[in-house]
């Protein structure tokens, strides 16, 4: 028997090799004899060059940059034998790096993100892949188009602050000054969500409450970087950016890159499985365990439980799916594909979130019994 083992992480308790350890553990009480392939994944989010560099040759680089509310942070990205330099915007802008009560995205920016761009270029990136999960920010990237060299300025020429605020004295869009080498080199932006900027469904309304705003201010973010979008055309040629899928994750974070550089949005999780060979490691599969943290009707919108799912049930392959929080009903209409919530009844959040690598263990312990029954 062959089983492939491919968890991303669930957030908060378990990362996606920690969740994939689960399942391995559970495998060989169950099944000893079965062969069993670990490949913990990602969608684009947090993790992602971890999960890439698992498939790569390269080195981890160190940089002190700016953290969401301007204090520096360390952090890191990935810079591939190849010349692939792999940025996750959430080692700079991460909901992580501010704590709750800190969080005010109409203040927060992507500069770190920017600062790690162009610190990957000079180290001698050859192609860019931005990684979008986790923002604290919504500034439509602005960070990321200051540190570029891009200047915004206001009705006086002078240039505003990279955050959302001070989008709102926007005026005009100077991308001249922008770093040469950025207008050519490919940059892959890859994301799990499939947002446009603005509107009932954009980066303001849907993720700004994550991030600390109220209904009020989700409102006037919203307006701002819509505004902000019109500019952006404008000033590239480039019409309806905000529009295209995928353009409101990370509030809007890609807009400059998609503007005046090289740039596409892509799959996250298409992205990490094709890196990963996928495909090759599913020939001759049995099985396949994946799971996360929630599962529910939005897996279906490009999140990475969904990408396993779809190219296992392409080569009729069954899979188990575990979740710490699981919305009913998902079965439904899903051929060959199994739902398990892992945390007993009654167990509180807190203990869920202590206990979640034995609660997986145990899930997926089960779940393979039943499976060999």
């Known amino acids: 028997m062959k089983i492939i083992i491919a968890p991303d992480s669930f957030k908060g308790s378990l990362s ?13 009480a169950v ?20 999960v890439l560099a698992s498939a790569l040759s390269g080195r981890f680089c160190q940089k002190q940059v700016c953290g969401p509310y301007e204090k520096r942070v360390q952090a890191s990205y990935y810079l591939a034998e190849s010349g692939l330099g792999i940025v996750e915007l959430a080692e700079a802008a991460g909901l992580t790096l501010a704590a709750q ?9 992507t500069f770190g993100v920017g600062e790690l761009l162009l610190d990957a270029v000079s180290n001698g990136a050859a192609q860019l892949c931005l990684t979008l999960g986790g923002s604290a920010t919504n500034d439509g990237g602005a960070g990321i188009a200051k540190a570029l060299g891009i200047r915004l300025l206001n009705g006086e020429g002078k240039e505003v602050e990279p955050n959302c605020a001070g989008l709102a004295e926007l005026a005009q869009i100077d991308a001249a000054p922008m770093r040469p080498e950025f207008r050519e080199i490919p940059i892959l932006i890859a994301c799990d969500v499939t947002n446009p900027l603005c509107g009932p469904e ?5 993720y700004g409450p994550q991030k600390g705003a109220d209904a009020r201010m989700a409102e006037r973010m919203d307006a701002i970087l819509a505004r902000y979008e019109r500019l952006l ?10 529009a295209l899928p995928g353009s409101g994750a990370a509030g809007g974070a890609a807009l400059p890159l998609l503007a005046f550089c090289n740039a596409k949005i892509v799959s996250g999780i298409d992205l990490v499985l094709d ?7 599913l020939q001759g599969a049995d099985l396949v365990l994946t799971g996360e943290g929630k599962i529910d ?5 490009g999140k990475a439980i969904e990408g396993i799912i779809s190219r296992a049930q392409k080569k009729h392959i069954p899979v188990c799916a575990f979740a710490g929080i699981l919305e009913k009903g998902l079965d439904a209409g899903r051929h060959g594909v199994r739902f398990f919530e892992i945390n007993p009844p009654g167990q509180s959040k807190e203990q869920s979130m202590r206990h979640a690598f034995e609660n997986l263990r145990a899930s997926c312990q089960k779940a393979l019994k039943e499976v060999g029954a």
């Open 16 to 28: 996606g090799q920690e969740a994939a350890e689960a399942m391995r553990l559970a495998i060989r």
């Open 275 to 281: 890196t990963l060979e996928f495909e090759r490691h």
């Open 202 to 206: 954009g980066a303001s309304h849907i």
């Open 297 to 301: 009707g939005q897996t279906k919108y």
């Open 31 to 50: 099944f000893p004899e079965a062969e069993s392939v670990v490949l913990p994944i990602s969608d684009g989010g947090e993790g992602a060059a971890q």
């Open 233 to 242: 055309s404008a000033a590239s040629g480039k019409p309806s950016i905000g």
């Open 101 to 109: 009560e800190e969080r005010r995205p109409l203040y927060s920016t």
